[in-house]
């Protein structure tokens, strides 16, 4: 109701034009009043100028409820005084329509309030410019993320704008207020949670909720009057907290927190009939993180903690910058109340997000206004790791549709997680990895290696080999494993468990351009058809089998087979195959009697004096015991192996079956590489495969 008593007197004041009292419009009251609770010295100038230039260049035009224009500007930049924005921010929210429905252009307002001003409102207006038709959708808001990715300014004052325009939106056709609404619903709600900014958020759900879904918000708001008209167990629950708290010695101040309509609705869903403490939350603040914890002990002590409520978003910020203690106690009457727990920056945070923490542009020491910026928390508060990633992935999406599917589908997620990896060329900072709950090695791999990830085989988490298909949880630490460049690529099936969309994007890409197969090459069991057919001539033979045989025929390419993976100094024959390559095998291999017992003719096989690396497949026999795996896996890194594949066939009285198929920078490493796996305790027996796991 404040808000549109607001309103009124900045159309009343818009109306009667720009009488000042004291140089100051009396339609600038409110914005300036909001914008000094949070500012107090900040100057008023350039807002006064800037509200000048917006009402004469909008007299005479009006909204479609017939108000004058101005109030529009007006009441966005008010709710962002509310939310705490600096003033530059304030001055662009002023003229965020000028330059694109009056004659003020972009130079003007860059030569009368600097080149900052001139790139917010400019970044406001290309958003606007752009068609809302459904087909211009998915554009318009690939433009609004960029721009957002340079200065998140720009995203607040367009969040503010759709708020402004959803609280009006009563006289609009039904149709346009429930397209409006649903595409607030479906991307600028959650851009507005990934940003931090409750405020604007719950409010926006409410105005969307009440639009899309009228029954179910009319049942909900019956149910918060009925609730209201009573007395409210939450209060005396409060009551009991602050005197717990009084004989504590922490300053803390508690409030009650009522949940807005949307919330309530969700409550009632999840929980079914509401009770009286369901309607609200407590809300604790103090002083410092330490006491946040003070606070937290003297509740668990005091009252009976509900175990599985308790989340702690300080030591583990969301990725939206949210911080809090999330817990729930029951008092001696049993009723169970919810109660947040943060430091009064944490909450001004919590309301307003990335605007509570001002210019993102700000040096330290300029004198510039940033909202607790010597706080020193956060070094880049714009650029949060979900928008960063978010701006890689959509330049790579093949088209608008594309985008839009998979922009829906990220901003759904609404839990982060962190995990590490430590890979040797890994493309993210010291291999901390933010993402989505629900996350895989596949999602692992490419937000670690980028392209490179095709190549990826397998991985390690927490020192346990495992599928890529493996869901990632919080603090994991993750070892991808990647053959050779080129000797393997991505199959359909990781698309099933790929969660984000640089990872679904680029697996997608790998795959329309390689419609003649994908997933690593796999070798036909040696003397079958397959064999003739082991494709046509090879351009190139494959990387470390041409420098490690020679044969006959000099000019043919070689391949080492899979089926027995020879190695120097093993004894060694090989067999022409179509296509003028010679496939060369042990000469203990099942396949050499096949192809002897069919007729083929053996060709002369030896290896080169220079032979280096070479690929083996290896069988470890064991009993089976806990992390024999990662004792294996460590064992084979200490011996400078890459793991190229690895399978374990299930127990069998107690007994375990491990293969590994290995690349070794030298031949020679071979014997003391399988001495060393023999050594590692419950392992008696380590032999090579007569054929490969691939």
Not at 118 to 145: I, S
Not at 569 to 598: L, N, S
């Amino acid at each position: 109701m404040s808000a549109v008593r607001s309103l009124r007197k900045l159309s009343r004041a818009a109306v009667t034009g720009s009488a000042s009292r004291g140089g100051l419009p009396d339609a600038l009251e409110h914005v300036a009043q909001a914008h000094r609770a949070h500012h107090p010295g900040a100057s008023l100038e350039p807002l006064c100028r800037a509200y000048a230039v917006a009402e004469a260049s909008h007299r005479g035009q009006t909204r479609k409820s017939g108000e004058p224009y101005i109030t529009h500007p007006l009441a966005v930049t008010l709710i962002l005084a509310q939310l705490g924005a600096e003033t530059t921010t304030l001055t662009a929210s002023l003229l965020h329509d000028t330059v694109e429905d009056t004659d003020v252009t972009l130079e003007q307002v860059r030569e009368e309030f600097g080149a900052e001003v001139a790139y917010l409102v400019d970044g406001v207006t290309k958003l606007e410019k752009v068609d809302y038709g459904a087909a211009a959708e998915p554009e318009t808001f690939r433009k609004m993320l960029v721009a957002t990715g340079s200065d998140v300014r720009v995203m607040t004052v367009k969040l503010a704008d759709r708020l402004h325009n959803m609280r009006t939106l009563g006289v609009m056709r039904p149709e346009k207020q429930a397209r409006t609404a649903r595409v607030t619903r479906d991307v600028l709600i959650p851009l507005a949670e990934r940003l931090g900014v409750q405020a604007l958020k719950t409010e926006l759900e409410d105005l969307a909720f009440a639009i899309l879904h009228p029954q179910e918000y009319e049942r909900t708001q019956e149910l918060v009057r009925r609730h209201a008209a009573g007395p409210d167990p939450l209060r005396e629950v409060a009551d009991a907290v602050r005197a717990v708290l009084r004989d504590a010695p922490v300053n803390a101040r508690v409030e009650i927190r009522p949940r807005h309509a949307l919330s309530v609705h969700r409550v009632a869903k999840k929980r079914g009939p509401l009770g009286g403490c369901d309607f609200g939350r407590l809300l604790i603040l103090v002083g410092d993180d330490a006491d946040c914890y003070a606070v937290l002990g003297e509740l668990h002590t005091c009252f009976t903690p509900v175990v599985t409520e308790f989340k702690d978003f300080i030591a583990v910020p969301k990725f939206n910058l949210y911080q809090s203690l999330h817990t729930a106690i029951a008092d001696a009457e049993g009723r169970v109340a919810e109660v947040l727990i943060r430091t009064h920056r944490m909450h001004r945070v919590a309301e307003a997000g990335v605007v509570a923490l001002g210019d993102p542009h700000r040096q330290p020491g300029d004198g510039t206004e940033a909202a607790d910026a010597t706080d020193g928390e956060r070094a880049d508060p714009t650029r949060p790791g979900w928008l960063s990633r978010l701006l890689e992935w959509q330049n790579d999406a093949p088209d608008p549709d594309t985008f839009w599917a998979h922009l829906r589908d990220d901003l759904a997620q609404d839990r982060e997680i962190t995990v590490f990896c430590a890979d040797p060329g890994s493309v993210t900072e010291a291999g901390v990895l933010h993402l989505p709950a629900g996350a895989t090695c596949v999602d692992a791999a490419y937000a670690c290696h980028g392209a490179r990830a095709h190549a990826c085989i397998g991985a390690r988490v927490d020192g346990r080999l495992t599928t890529l298909g493996t869901v990632l949880r919080d603090g994991d630490a993750v070892q991808l494993l990647l053959a050779p460049e080129g000797a393997s690529g991505p199959s359909p099936e990781w698309l099933e468990h790929a969660r984000t969309p640089a990872a679904r994007i680029a697996i997608r890409r790998w795959l329309d351009a390689h419609p003649e197969g994908s997933g690593p090459p796999q070798e036909p069991a040696a003397g079958s058809a397959d064999d003739e057919r082991l494709a046509a001539p090879p351009t190139a033979p494959r990387p470390g089998d041409s420098t490690a045989v020679a044969v006959g025929l000099p000019q043919s390419p070689v391949r080492l087979a899979r089926c027995c993976t020879p190695v120097p100094p093993d004894r060694v024959t090989g067999f022409a195959v179509r296509g003028g390559a010679v496939t060369v095998h042990r000469e203990g291999c099942a396949a050499v009697q096949r192809m002897t017992r069919a007729g083929r003719t053996a060709l002369p096989v030896r290896w080169r004096p220079e032979a280096g690396g070479c690929r083996v497949t290896l069988l470890a026999e064991a009993f089976g015991r806990p992390h024999l795996l990662a004792d294996l896996t460590e064992t084979i890194a200490v011996q400078g192996a890459a793991v190229i594949a690895a399978d374990v066939a299930p127990p069998r009285e107690q007994r375990v079956r491990h293969t590994y198929t290995l690349r070794l920078p030298d031949a020679t490493a071979l014997p003391a590489l399988m001495r060393a796996m023999r050594e590692v305790p419950g392992v008696y027996d380590v032999v090579r495969a007569t054929r490969s796991a691939l």
